[in-house]
C-alpha cells in the first residue's frame, strides 16, 4: 500500500474513493454523484486529499482542508476506509500522512467533527442533555462503536461539542490534535 496524493489518481480512482465515501458515510453523501462532488469540491491546491492505494485499487482516502486561524490550525474532513479493509491500519496511515503534511505546511493544530447522529445514538453524548453537566459529560465519555473511538486511540482529545448539531439528541464532537 502507498499514500498518494488524490491530485495523481485517474477517473476510475476516483471514482473508487466516491464509492467509498457513500459507503462509509451515506448520511452525509448518500449517493455517487454527491460523493464525486465532494470529492471535485475538496480536490483544489488549497486542500490537500491523500488516498491509499493498494494494486492500482483505492482503500481509503482523506484530506486536509485549507489552514484556518493565519494557519495554525487544519480540519480532517474526510476520512473513509473501504469497509473491507478496516481495522488494518490504513485510516492510522492516512491520518499520520496528513498530519505530517500539515506539520510541513505550519500547522500547530488539527482538528476532526465526528457527528453523533445515528437515531440510537453511538457515543455517550448522543441523546442526553449536553446542557446539563457537559463537563462531566466529556469526563465519563464513551465512544462505544462510534469513530471518535479511532480519533482517542490516535492521540486526540475531545476539545468541543456542538449539541444537536444534527437534530435534538445528535451532536457533533469535536476531536483535535497537537501537531
Same mark, same amino acid.
Given at each position: 500500500?502507498?499514500?498518494v496524493?488524490?491530485a495523481?489518481?485517474?477517473?476510475?480512482?476516483i *471514482?473508487q474513493a &466516491?464509492q467509498?465515501?457513500?459507503?462509509s458515510?451515506?448520511? $452525509?453523501?448518500?449517493?455517487?454523484?454527491q #460523493?464525486?462532488?465532494e470529492?471535485e469540491?475538496?480536490?483544489?491546491?488549497?486542500?490537500t486529499?491523500l488516498?491509499a492505494?493498494?494494486?492500482?485499487n483505492v482503500?481509503?482516502?482523506g484530506?486536509?482542508?485549507?489552514p484556518v486561524y493565519?494557519g495554525?490550525?487544519?480540519?480532517l474532513?474526510?476520512?473513509?476506509?473501504?469497509?473491507?479493509?478496516r481495522?488494518?491500519g490504513?485510516g492510522?496511515? *492516512?491520518?499520520t &500522512?496528513?498530519e505530517?503534511e500539515?506539520?510541513?505546511?505550519? $500547522?500547530?493544530?488539527i482538528y476532526?467533527? #465526528?457527528?453523533?447522529e445515528r437515531d440510537?445514538?453511538?457515543?455517550?453524548l448522543?441523546n442526553v442533555d449536553?446542557?446539563?453537566?457537559?463537563?462531566?459529560?466529556?469526563?465519563?465519555?464513551?465512544?462505544?462503536t462510534?469513530?471518535?473511538?479511532?480519533?482517542?486511540?490516535?492521540?486526540?482529545?475531545?476539545?468541543?461539542?456542538?449539541?444537536?448539531a444534527?437534530?435534538i439528541?445528535k451532536?457533533? *464532537?469535536?476531536?483535535g490534535?497537537?501537531?
Amino acid at each position: 500500500m502507498e499514500i498518494v496524493n488524490m491530485a495523481q489518481l485517474d477517473r476510475a480512482q476516483i *471514482i473508487q474513493a &466516491a464509492q467509498i465515501l457513500t459507503d462509509s458515510i451515506p448520511i $452525509g453523501w448518500p449517493t455517487l454523484q454527491q #460523493a464525486l462532488e465532494e470529492i471535485e469540491e475538496r480536490l483544489i491546491p488549497e486542500n490537500t486529499l491523500l488516498a491509499a492505494v493498494e494494486d492500482g485499487n483505492v482503500v481509503g482516502w482523506g484530506g486536509i482542508l485549507a489552514p484556518v486561524y493565519n494557519g495554525n490550525v487544519f480540519e480532517l474532513h474526510p476520512l473513509a476506509v473501504r469497509s473491507d479493509k478496516r481495522k488494518q491500519g490504513i485510516g492510522r496511515a *492516512i491520518v499520520t &500522512a496528513l498530519e505530517d503534511e500539515a506539520r510541513k505546511q505550519g $500547522g500547530l493544530t488539527i482538528y476532526a467533527g #465526528a457527528d453523533d447522529e445515528r437515531d440510537d445514538g453511538e457515543t455517550s453524548l448522543a441523546n442526553v442533555d449536553l446542557y446539563d453537566d457537559l463537563p462531566g459529560k466529556i469526563r465519563d465519555f464513551t465512544p462505544d462503536t462510534h469513530q471518535t473511538g479511532f480519533y482517542l486511540k490516535m492521540g486526540y482529545k475531545i476539545i468541543g461539542v456542538m449539541p444537536d448539531a444534527n437534530g435534538i439528541g445528535k451532536p457533533d *464532537i469535536f476531536l483535535g490534535k497537537r501537531l
